[in-house]
């Protein structure tokens, strides 16, 4: 690690999508307040950022997402109703989320894909590494990754990605890696990347996960990134460029804004951007908490044996 390296401080969550898998549910809600057990699924995502270290935190909204500034925000009236019948241990959980991070929100206008949404967070992150989160991956708490990445990040500079072993016929949901093996069993180099392939296109099983830790050059790149994949201005193909304009020349002028590394993610991540998989999600969550988990799953074990 060397002394230039700052610490790296803000998150970056892109929260401007309709969430249409989810409509109804959605038509009014944006689909980050869908509950996950009794938080809404974004509150986990803004959580995992802070105990990685980061505590500024951008979201990058769109219009109908008023509902997430005012659930980070304070909420008196609620409070002090609380307050008044003495119930501190629901008066705790509604002050949790106000007083998690520093919250900021920037609006994303016209929605032109997972590029363009982190490009309007540009002119907040200005020159330092940040990290983005995608809000439709829930990684568990007692899994670090991020935390991780940002470990390597400051280790071997440049930028950092999440990946995942996933099933091949699982791969064109993804972005997929070509990589390369280093010292680091966990870590891995990244010569190419490309957006949601054909299984016979894909270099590898090695999907994106959506958790980034990027040097600032990328903004650079996104300005120039033509739309791709969906006709959307797409983070993978701007990260594949870095990934391939990296030279050692480059780097040694401050320019490349690359190497890109993956962190091998082996533990346990829950999509919530699928209708299924956010059941599943809510099921094994809540089979794994303290006060619910005894409950529920016994009521699962005599559930499944009737219906089976
Ligand atoms: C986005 C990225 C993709 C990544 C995925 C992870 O796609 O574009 O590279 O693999 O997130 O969840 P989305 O699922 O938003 O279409």
């Not at 989810?22 to 995992?48: C, G, H, N, R, S």
């Not at 050059?217 to 594949?240: K, M, S, V, W, Y």
């Not at 908490?289 to 409950?295: I, M, N, S, T, Y």
Request: proline share 6%; with cysteine.
């Amino acid at each position: 690690m060397t002394e230039s390296h700052p610490r790296i401080t803000k998150a970056v969550i892109p929260a401007a999508g309709l969430g249409t898998r989810f409509l109804p549910a959605t038509k009014a809600t944006p689909k980050e307040m869908l509950p996950v057990v009794d938080k809404p699924a974004i509150q986990y995502v803004v959580e995992e950022a802070v105990s990685a270290g980061l505590d500024d935190v951008l979201m990058i909204t769109g219009r109908n997402k008023r509902p997430l500034e005012d659930h980070f925000d304070r909420n008196y009236e609620l409070e002090s109703a609380l307050q008044k019948k003495g119930d501190a241990g629901r008066l705790a959980k509604v002050q949790e989320s106000s007083d998690l991070a520093t919250m900021h929100y920037v609006r994303q206008g016209d929605p032109r894909g997972l590029g363009h949404a982190v490009l309007c967070a540009a002119p907040h992150v200005g020159q330092e590494p940040f990290a983005v989160l995608l809000g439709d991956d829930l990684i568990d708490p007692r899994d670090p990754l991020l935390k991780r990445m940002v470990e390597v990040q400051k280790q071997r500079g440049g930028s950092v990605i999440a990946l995942m072993e996933v099933a091949p016929e699982q791969i064109h949901l993804y972005g997929c890696a070509a990589v390369a093996e280093t010292e680091d069993s966990d870590v891995v180099r990244v010569s190419g990347l490309v957006e949601k392939p054909d299984l016979a296109d894909a270099p590898s099983n090695y999907a994106i996960i959506g958790r980034y830790v990027l040097d600032p050059h990328i903004f650079g790149i996104l300005r120039e990134t033509e739309p791709g994949r969906g006709g959307e201005i797409q983070l993978t193909d701007a990260l594949q460029q870095l990934s391939q304009t990296h030279t050692s020349a480059a780097t040694a002028a401050g320019k490349a804004g690359g190497p890109v590394h993956g962190v091998v993610f082996k533990g346990r991540r829950y999509d919530t951007g699928d209708r299924g998989d956010y059941l599943r999600a809510i099921v094994r969550l809540a089979c794994e908490r303290e006060d619910l988990g005894p409950d529920f799953r016994a009521w699962l074990r005599s559930y499944v044996a009737e219906e089976m």
